[in-house]
């Protein structure tokens, strides 16, 4: 079982330009979740999907920030236009719709400059 | 406005012994706690979960307590082990809610 896969493992960009995190959840797996990790705020639910439908993106921080999900082995997470305080470590995770826990993927550390 | 606390950012214990971890919650309706587990540069990993209906749940060396009254959870590792150094997080969910909500993560070193 390959886990869930994320990619790239890192990004270093500059102020302005577009950022697209990769996610490839656990074969079999039906909700999909992006998280991100700062300092600051933690760990922090952005979106989640259920069966490919995004059920609830009131994490997501702004208009900049959009998800896909455009079939079930397969999420983006796009930031337009990137801003330095993007900055942090952006985590996927998959689940069983039915059950309770999330696997996570090993993250994304994103730099914008 | 934080529902999942995690007040002690960090905690260092010498190899044998216990291992406390502690997290306070606010929203009352959370019925499910679990914990996780992270190493650097790696994602956070399922260690143990307990439902509201129960206020224990053991698992080998993890043993996780519930006291709602007090609204109040804690992990307890026994005996501690320098592989156990890592952060901890706790998350919480309520009835048929997907998301989870975690704390902010408390650093737990293990000493040799």
């Known amino acids: 079982d390959a886990g869930v896969i994320q990619s790239p493992r890192h990004e270093v960009t500059e102020m302005g330009q577009e950022v697209t995190l990769r996610c490839k959840p656990i074969?079999?797996?039906?909700?999909l979740f992006w998280y991100r990790q700062t300092m600051m705020r933690g760990l922090e639910l952005l979106i989640y999907f259920n069966n490919n439908v995004p059920i609830d993106d009131s994490g997501m921080p702004e208009d900049r920030f959009s998800a896909k999900m455009p079939n079930a082995s397969f999420s983006t997470l796009k930031i337009q236009p990137s801003e330095p305080r993007d900055s942090a470590v952006y985590f996927c995770?998959?689940?069983?719709?039915?059950?309770?826990?999330?696997?996570f993927g090993p993250g994304t550390r994103l730099l914008v400059l | 406005d934080q529902q999942v606390k995690q007040n002690s950012p960090s905690l260092s214990v010498q190899e044998g012994r216990i291992s406390i971890l502690n997290c306070d919650y606010t929203n009352s309706m959370f019925d499910y706690f679990l914990w996780y587990k992270k190493y650097p540069a790696e994602g956070p990993t399922f260690l143990i979960s307990i439902s509201s209906i129960k206020d224990k749940n053991e698992d080998g060396r993890f043993t996780v307590f519930l006291n709602k009254s007090a609204k109040h959870l804690s992990l307890h590792i026994v005996p501690s082990q320098p592989g156990d150094s890592a952060v901890y997080f706790c998350a919480a969910r309520s009835g048929s809610a997907r998301q989870l909500t975690f704390g902010s993560g408390t650093q737990l070193t293990v000493l040799p």
């Open positions: 995770a998959s689940s069983l719709l039915v059950a309770e826990t999330q696997y």
């Open positions: 074969s079999g797996h039906n909700s």
